[in-house]
């Protein structure tokens, strides 16, 4: 479904992603991890059309995406939940849904999705007309997981969702990511720093390190954390 | 109580005139982070077409006035800022002044340099008699049609969808973006609104001034983008209340200095605004939630 082929992404100088070569099947569920500044953003931000790629080629269901607008490539089912979580503060939470759907112009199945999405997310339904900016960071993270669904995409890409969330509610949102992904089955990309959330979620995880897959990991594994840092040699 | 009834129609007047111009430099700043000083000539050329076609009917020129406004803003956007789209702040600052300069000096070409007078809507300047009050018709006119355009731009921009792409994408581009927005149909809009808010700033002005010059829209767009400034660049409420805000502290100023000092008003409308800046960097009207970080 997915295919990168010697990917880099390049600020000024500094080459942030080094050919990197990755293949998401339809249905799977990849997983990437890596320390701080590894390239685990530059890299969703790369699929997403939002950094540009300066070598190798992204196709997405056979045609090549890399060069695209970031609207165009939403459009053709690819969403990504960004680092940080970027609701509209100042627009509702039903706002914030409603843009979700922008890429699609079906009017009464967009009313459908958020009547579905509402029962699903049950906190959002009760802050519907709420400001999106006075919601508690995981309810903002439900909220920006519901907006992505809400363009019914094919690849859905989730860059760090338990960033500056307390453990008992990254705990809910990765029960929430493995609901979806029963229910519906969809291709996924989770870009994590902690290798244990993806446990028994992601179909095989790999490790980006200083730019490049540095191959699969064993998530089952413990001795992660010091790895990513470069503070000891990776766990075999 | 007379005096102060004229103060308040008269701070609400100019102010609206400020509001107006800031909210279409907000408007474009907080989708493309371009502070668009050929705002002015957009209210220059609405100024411009009202004049040479008030003679034949007035309702007529302010239908052109609005339409060349809004050509000229899309114009502009499609030939100069569509491609620097994606260029540092202050590349797309300095096109906006070379856009300004290209403009009025065509319509010097065209018109010539001097200012000139046309007779338009000057029966506004009539006034009416609210208790003792005398009101000029062009004050009462001037609020009104901003309360209208502000209410009817607040449906558009909370009520239908491409309201809410433009207000999400003055928010967070890149965010819109990557949820499908379209960036080429969500500026074009913005641009053409910020025509619209041109050409009835320009409707509004030569009715109270009778008066074009190739240079008229300077002030405003200085006014405007100061006004976008103190009300937290990238708020269009915010940019709405910071027009307010300039226009009736220019009126105090002007009503409340001692006479020696009134030449100096605006020095001491920017030493305000310096003031306000220093107290409060992200404007007087930012709400912490909008102050968020950007993608």
């Given amino acids: 479904m997915l295919r990168l082929e010697g990917v880099e992404v390049r600020y000024g100088q500094v080459r942030?992603?080094?050919?990197?070569?990755?293949?998401?099947?339809?249905?799977?569920?990849?997983?990437?991890?890596?320390?701080?500044?590894?390239?685990?953003?530059?890299?969703?931000?790369?699929?997403?059309?939002?950094?540009?790629?300066a070598a190798g080629s992204i196709t997405f269901e056979g045609r090549r995406i890399d060069g695209l607008a970031p609207e165009t490539i939403a459009r053709q089912g690819i969403s990504l939940v960004p680092e940080g979580r970027h609701v509209f503060a100042d627009m509702t939470v039903f706002e914030n849904l409603d843009l979700g759907a922008s890429s699609r112009s079906d009017r009464g199945e967009i009313a459908r999705d958020?009547?579905?999405?509402?029962?699903r997310f049950p906190i959002l339904a009760e802050r519907r007309d709420g400001l999106a900016g006075k919601l508690s960071g995981g309810e903002q993270q439900q909220l920006v997981i519901a907006r992505a669904l809400m363009a019914r995409p094919r690849l859905l890409i989730l860059d760090e969702p338990s960033l500056g969330l307390a453990p008992t509610m990254i705990d809910?949102?990765?029960?929430?990511?493995?609901?979806?992904?029963?229910?519906?089955?969809?291709?996924?990309?989770?870009?994590?720093?902690?290798p244990e959330r993806l446990h028994g979620l992601a179909d095989r995880v790999l490790l980006l390190h200083t730019g490049e897959l540095a191959g699969e990991i064993d998530t089952r594994k413990e001795g992660w954390d010091s790895a990513y840092f470069g503070l000891e040699e990776m766990p075999a | 109580m007379t005096a102060a009834l004229q103060l308040v129609v008269d701070a609400l007047s100019v102010g609206s005139l400020y509001a107006l111009s800031a909210l279409?430099?907000?408007?474009?700043?907080?989708?493309?982070?371009?502070?668009?000083?050929?705002?002015?000539?957009?209210?220059?050329?609405?100024?411009?077409?009202?004049?040479?076609?008030?003679?034949?009917?007035?309702?007529?020129?302010?239908?052109?006035?609005?339409?060349v406004a809004l050509v000229v803003a899309l114009v502009t956007e499609r030939l100069a800022?569509?491609?620097?789209?994606?260029?540092?702040?202050?590349?797309?600052?300095?096109t906006s002044f070379a856009?300004?300069?290209?403009?009025?000096?065509?319509?010097?070409?065209?018109?010539?340099?001097?200012?000139?007078?046309?007779?338009?809507?000057?029966?506004?300047?009539?006034?009416?008699?609210?208790?003792?009050?005398?009101l000029p018709w062009i004050n009462v006119v001037t609020i009104a049609v901003t309360a209208v355009l502000l209410t009817l731009l607040a449906i558009f921009l909370r009520r239908t969808r491409f309201g809410r792409m433009t207000r999400a994408a003055a928010s967070d581009f890149r965010m819109a973006r990557l949820l499908g927005v379209r960036a080429d149909r969500v500026i074009?809009?913005?641009?053409?609104?910020?025509?619209?808010?041109?050409?009835?700033?320009?409707?509004?002005?030569?009715?109270?001034?009778?008066?074009?010059?190739?240079?008229?829209?300077?002030?405003?767009?200085?006014?405007?983008?100061?006004?976008?400034v103190i009300g937290g660049m990238g708020s269009l409420s915010g940019a709405v209340l910071g027009g307010l805000t300039v226009g009736a502290v220019t009126v105090l100023l002007q009503s409340l200095l001692p006479a020696e000092l009134r030449p100096f008003r605006d020095?001491?409308?920017?030493?305000?605004?310096?003031?306000?800046?220093?107290?409060?960097?992200?404007g007087l009207f930012r709400s912490a939630a909008a102050m968020q970080e950007r993608v």
């Fill in chain 2, 81 to 94: 800022f569509r491609r620097l789209r994606s260029s540092p702040p202050a590349t797309l600052l300095i």
């Fill in chain 2, 188 to 228: 074009a809009i913005a641009f053409a609104l910020s025509g619209l808010l041109a050409a009835a700033v320009a409707i509004l002005l030569l009715a109270q001034t009778g008066t074009v010059s190739p240079v008229m829209g300077l002030q405003l767009a200085l006014v405007g983008f100061v006004a976008t």
């Fill in chain 2, 267 to 282: 020095a001491f409308v920017y030493g305000l605004v310096i003031a306000v800046l220093l107290v409060r960097p992200g």
């Fill in chain 1, 16 to 53: 942030a992603l080094r050919g990197v070569d990755l293949a998401i099947a339809d249905g799977g569920v990849v997983g990437i991890v890596g320390a701080n500044g590894a390239g685990k953003s530059s890299l969703t931000l790369a699929i997403a059309g939002a950094e540009p790629v």
């Fill in chain 1, 172 to 194: 809910r949102v990765y029960d929430l990511i493995a609901e979806i992904r029963r229910e519906r089955g969809l291709t996924m990309l989770i870009v994590e720093q902690n």
């Fill in chain 2, 99 to 134: 856009v300004s300069y290209l403009l009025q000096n065509l319509m010097v070409l065209i018109e010539g340099a001097r200012p000139q007078t046309v007779d338009f809507l000057s029966a506004l300047t009539r006034s009416m008699d609210v208790g003792g009050v005398r």
């Fill in chain 2, 24 to 67: 279409g430099i907000g408007l474009i700043f907080g989708i493309m982070r371009l502070i668009n000083f050929a705002h002015g000539e957009f209210i220059m050329v609405g100024a411009y077409a009202a004049m040479l076609t008030a003679a034949i009917w007035a309702p007529f020129a302010v239908i052109v006035a609005v339409a």
């Fill in chain 1, 114 to 119: 958020m009547t579905r999405l509402l029962e």
